[in-house]
């Protein structure tokens, strides 16, 4: 009986496409209005950027000028004269004089008459009231200068100063500070920030003392002031970003990022930064570098009094776009739903039985393309079914045999070694110590024929490793020591019976054979997300290239690593080739061999 043809795919693929012009259309719609705003960003960046350079210059200006004034006090003849007086001439009236010098040098006094002050532009107004910077000079013979008769400072009120020694450092450079807060200053004098220079004797360059101002930072908040405005604020901030003056005192000290408790900070291309606050607003960041210095002039502009203009005209945009996405989202539900369903329910039994669901099977309820696909995917499940039962049967008998076969060749070759020993104490006539050993052999022999073809905890393997080894030092005393280091948990894992035995063989025989000291043995197991990972260690002799080669290849018929080859054979076996047995060793420094063992995995 023939099903009737329904409607093709390629049909229903067309009634999907259609949707997407108006999808393209929302997205234009919507990628011009920002590209709106970031054009409004751009250009009151420029507007921005055009009045920060004007106030950075009079930052940049009004710093030369004090640098300026700093170098020629440095480098004064008079005042190094003063500094270079011996300590012990160096009383009260030596300073009042060196003072008056100083005063002179400030005030620029000449002929009598009052000439204009070559400094004023370095003054500053704080309500109504001029200030100028005050200066300092401290020498290391203990004079101390100042153009404040108030404010005085000796050399051990300076050495606990973090800038004193970058000032010292600096050697003869013009040393900027951070700003600081003086708890005893009030008004402009609260806060300050110190330019220092190193005073050195013109002839021998030997540093007699240092000259510093303390620049209220009102004078720097003086100059932002044409900044400052309701939505705007303007700091001067350092190299290490952090606040060196403010309107607004409490930022002093912080950095840029924490006084506006910005959550990320974005580039742009045209120059300038937006920063994100933890309330989410954003705003625009200005960087201008003050030149000559390390300040960085920055000014904050909230973004939303940029884009105000757009925002009426975004909501209705914002409107229509919202009215036509959802006009398109439940046409292309519905024809989407139509479309897809058998796909999506073929989808999910491929899934199925792509995981080993092998009796899955999709529905038929369509005569289109996508129900023949359907159809034929139920033939093509049901054959497979059929042939994967039937090789997983043939596996499953193989590996029966060949682990039988692997484990067949371990016990002999075990009970072998084990009968040549009681043999030996015999013949040397220690018959009470072959009567223990044939005891202790009998118990492994009933572990071995219990367990050949089952698993094991870890703790009865090395159990079983603890009885072998005492019947091996019957014949062979204090000829070696194990060491067992086993967590609880890898303990606890099941493993392969007799596994180990081989490995602690090997490394008691073959430091028999090559006469070395004592072998120390160790056996540490660890157990962690699914892997079990057992060292079997020891110091003997180790294994010379050639031979270690030849075991690492695990190559059945070699006679000297049959016992190796035979246990990475069997965890291959039992766990998959992602477990495996690892041989290390150096000539001269000892052996280690790895068991690794992935559980679950189970084989390839």
Sequence with gaps: ??????????????????????????????????????????????????????????????????????????????????????AEQVDEASQREARVKLLDRWSAQSAGTAAADPYSSLTYSSGGYGYAINAYVVGFNGMSLNTLASDRYELE????????????????AIVTSGTYKDEKGSGVFRYYIIKGRLVKDHITGKPVGITFFKISEAKYAEAMGPARSQHRQAYLVDGADAVLSSWYKPDIGQPIGQVGNWRSELFKEGGYSVATASS?????????????????????????????PVHALRFYALLLLGAIVLLV????????????????????????????????????????????????????AAKTQSLIQSIKEEER???????????????????????????????????????????????MM?????????????????????????????????????????????????????????????????????????????????????????????????IDKERLQRIKSFSIKMDDSVGIANIHSRLELVYGSGSYLKVRSQKGLGTSVLYHIEEGGGPA
């Design 280 to 308: 989410g607003e954003q705003v625009m960041v200005v960087r201008t570098p003050v030149e000559g210095t390390d300040f960085t002039f920055v000014e904050l502009t909230p973004l939303s009094e940029l884009v105000e």
């Design 446 to 542: 009933r572990y071995i024929t219990d367990k050949t073809d089952k698993q094991v905890s870890l703790a009865e393997e090395v159990e079983q490793i603890q009885n072998y080894a005492e019947i091996l030092r019957y014949r062979y005393p204090d000829s070696f020591s194990i060491a067992y280091d086993i967590d609880p948990a890898a303990g606890a894992r099941q493993i392969p019976s007799f596994i180990l035995q081989p490995t602690i063989e090997n490394a008691v025989y073959h430091n028999l054979q090559t006469g070395g000291p004592p072998c120390k043995i160790r056996v540490r197991a660890r157990y962690r997300a699914g892997v079990l990972r057992i060292t079997v260690t020891d110091n003997g002799q180790g």
């Design 157 to 172: 009120d300076l050495q606990g100063q973090g800038w004193y020694q970058q000032v010292l450092d600096a050697d003869g």
């Design 1 to 86: 009986m023939h099903k009737r043809q329904g409607l093709s795919i390629k049909y229903k693929v067309f009634l999907l496409v259609f949707c997407l012009p108006v999808s393209v259309v929302a997205l234009a719609v919507w990628a011009l209005f920002g590209n709106a705003q970031q054009a409004l960003e751009q250009n009151l960046f420029e507007m921005q950027r055009a009045s920060s350079s004007q106030l950075a210059q009079a930052v940049a200006s009004y710093s030369l000028s004090t640098d300026r004034l700093l170098h020629s006090l440095a480098e004064d003849s008079a005042i190094i004269a003063a500094l270079e007086t011996p």
């Design 329 to 380: 989202a439940l046409a292309d539900f519905f024809i989407t739903r139509w479309m897809t369903s058998p796909i999506l329910a073929l989808e999910g039994a491929m899934d199925r039985f792509s995981r080993g669901e092998l009796a899955v099977r999709t529905p038929v309820e369509r005569g289109d393309e996508l129900g023949r696909l359907a159809s034929s995917f139920n033939n093509m």
């Design 397 to 443: 008998l193989k590996r029966k045999a060949e682990l039988d076969f692997l484990q067949a060749q371990i016990n002999p070759h075990f009970i072998y070694n084990t009968l040549s020993s009681v043999r030996f104490m015999v013949a040397m006539g220690r018959n009470d110590e072959a009567e223990e050993m044939l005891i202790r052999f009998v118990k």
